[in-house]
């Protein structure tokens, strides 16, 4: 395996006990299990006792066995490989469980989410897991619950008016721009729907003939929630639920609707990504927002709540308001390289504090101090794209470390690599997160395809990029559609 370029070791001024944190938590066979493996990779830099479980290979895979322990399902059963789309198809498969059983020590699986059927499932086999059991959320799954959660506590709610579906779907876009004063934003309020169905912004009456025309065709939610269109940055903010509070991450901004990125999509309030270096908002709402954040935190522990959770927030430039506008009770998608960062930084990444949380380890840590390390920031950003047509991987892509030249218009392959550690110049980004292999087919329900990490800023709003990043994201993405569309010809 590649040299680990981590060591725990590196935080004792953050954690004198760490050794011994480490030592409590690699008593568990601790086996982090799901679709994607990338964004599990994080345990795996600071823990000797730490594998991955993915479902098929990619060019991820290939790359990851080189660093760290992983399992593929489809190496043993690739038939059964093809029929898994969730952690709760494969965790009730008699496959898996003989995985289980044939370790001498009992593993304990890391669910990023669960159902409450699969937890239920997993205590009815005795298997230990962590993760947070639906219930201990259930009232900041959807958005209009959460929504009337920050009304309640006072939390700079975003103005927001909840309809009956059959109500909204009467509802005339003339009395609508009205109440808003402009443009306005409409989603479902009890039912959580991903890609480009999820959010629709309406600057027009096409925008709204569109709108009614999506919800009408689905039955299975019923409530809308609507709210004026905010201009300014949408941003988000990691936190942590620890015994002792709850620990936070920078305000980070997000990537939405980057054209470069949609390859075809509208644009509804798509997430391509993060940047940690462009912030700027002032300090004031940096506090507030983390103010908000430990609020929601504390409320989500006396619900039995531990660990990693994700805040999204509309940073409102014209009013300087920061609006809470989403909870997220998991692993965010801004997580990985937000740890990643942390890491190159020398400071202990959200997913140890995560384990601590829910294997009870306890740490004579000074919270204070580890919580302001957090807010550490070292200019990197992440984006995907699309896979809007690209329906099939024509193109021999290895996963790891790529170096554009912009005078010579020359691009790359350099090593394998999974982290910032990787990449030794700023003209380097790794391309990562479910790379697919040559000859694949690639789904197009979901959102986005594969990310780059840049080891710089790259926005120049949440809904621009700069010209190099911009002309690599288009460069891929066409160079994947051209190949896919010339595939089915010669089909």
């Not at 009730?92 to 009992?106: C, D, E, R, V």
């Not at 991903?194 to 600057?203: A, K, L, Q, V």
């Not at 790529?402 to 690599?417: E, I, M, N, V, W």
Request: proline share 6%; aromatic share 10%.
């Amino acid at each position: 395996m590649q040299t680990n370029p981590y060591s725990p070791s590196q935080w004792k001024h953050l954690i004198p006990d760490i050794d011994s944190v480490i030592q409590q938590i690699e008593k568990h066979n601790i086996i982090a299990v799901g679709i994607t493996p990338f964004t599990r990779i994080i345990p795996g830099f600071f823990l000797k006792n730490f594998s991955i479980y993915a479902i098929k290979n990619s060019g991820d895979t290939d790359v990851l066995k080189k660093f760290m322990r992983m399992h593929v399902l489809e190496d043993r059963h690739p038939d059964l490989a093809k029929k898994v789309h969730g952690t709760g198809y494969l965790v009730s498969n008699y496959s898996f469980k003989a995985f289980l059983k044939s370790h001498k020590t009992p593993p304990t699986l890391k669910l990023n989410t669960i159902s409450e059927k699969t937890a239920n499932e997993l205590e009815q086999m005795g298997i230990d897991w962590i993760g947070n059991h639906p219930r201990t959320f259930a009232d900041v799954t959807y958005k209009s619950s959460f929504r009337e959660l920050t009304r309640t506590l006072e939390l700079s709610p975003l103005p927001t008016d909840t309809h009956s579906r059959d109500i909204f779907l009467t509802m005339n876009f003339k009395v609508l721009w009205a109440n808003y004063e402009g443009p306005f934003v409409v989603q479902r309020g009890d039912k959580e729907v991903g890609g480009n169905e999820g959010t629709f912004f309406i600057h027009n009456a096409h925008d709204f003939e569109s709108c009614l025309a999506t919800l009408g065709k689905d039955t299975q939610f019923s409530s809308v929630v609507v709210s004026p269109f905010i201009e300014g940055y949408s941003t988000s903010m990691l936190g942590c639920v620890m015994q002792g509070g709850t620990l936070t991450g920078p305000l980070q901004l997000q990537l939405i609707d980057v054209p470069q990125a949609l390859n075809g999509v509208s644009p509804n309030g798509i997430f391509f990504g993060n940047d940690l270096g462009f912030h700027p908002w002032s300090e004031e709402i940096e506090h507030e927002a983390q103010r908000i954040v430990e609020v929601l935190g504390l409320h989500m522990k006396e619900n039995g709540y531990k660990g990693v959770f994700g805040i999204d927030f509309l940073y409102d430039i014209r009013r300087n308001k920061i609006y809470p506008n989403e909870c997220n009770p998991r692993f965010t998608g801004s997580l990985v390289l937000y740890s990643l960062m942390l890491l190159q930084a020398k400071v202990p990444p959200m997913e140890l504090f995560h384990l601590m949380a829910h294997l009870d380890i306890a740490s004579n840590f000074n919270f204070n101090t580890v919580n302001q390390a957090l807010k550490t920031r070292i200019p990197c950003s992440h984006i995907a794209f699309s896979p809007r047509g690209i329906t099939s991987m024509q193109l021999a892509l290895p996963a790891g470390v790529y170096a554009y030249d912009p005078k010579a218009a020359s691009l790359d392959f350099k090593r394998p690599g999974i982290s910032l550690a990787d990449i030794q110049s700023e003209h380097e980004f790794l391309i990562i997160d479910t790379v697919p292999s040559l000859g694949t087919n690639i789904e197009q329900v979901v959102p986005r395809l594969f990310k780059f990490i840049f080891p710089r800023s790259i926005a120049r709003s949440s809904y621009e990029i700069d010209l190099e990043a911009g002309f690599l994201v288009e460069r891929f993405s066409k160079a994947l559609l051209e190949a896919a569309e010339e595939n089915r010809k010669v089909v």
